[in-house]
């Protein structure tokens, strides 16, 4: 599976995460590459599953037929 975040991305995304929250959760011992890589493979299926489900009904607008076939189709 490819990623879309680079060791980079994340450091810079890291380094911009400094809200101040309420109940913040605070790990000391947590490597952030490793972190970020699993939030991404946790939602990326989540994220195709909504974007198939938008196209299916662009699709569905324009050939309803066609949407069906695609909407069993998994994303």
């Known amino acids: 599976m490819k990623s879309y975040l680079s060791e980079e991305l994340i450091k810079q995304i890291f380094f911009y995460s400094d809200e101040k929250r309420k109940n913040p959760l605070i790990a000391d011992e947590v490597d952030i590459v490793q972190f970020a890589e699993k939030l991404e493979a946790v939602l990326r299926p989540l994220i ?10 662009l699709v569905k607008q324009m050939n309803s037929e066609c949407a069906w076939k695609l909407s069993k189709r998994r994303p």
């Open 48 to 57: 195709a599953a909504e974007e198939h489900e938008r196209c299916v009904k």
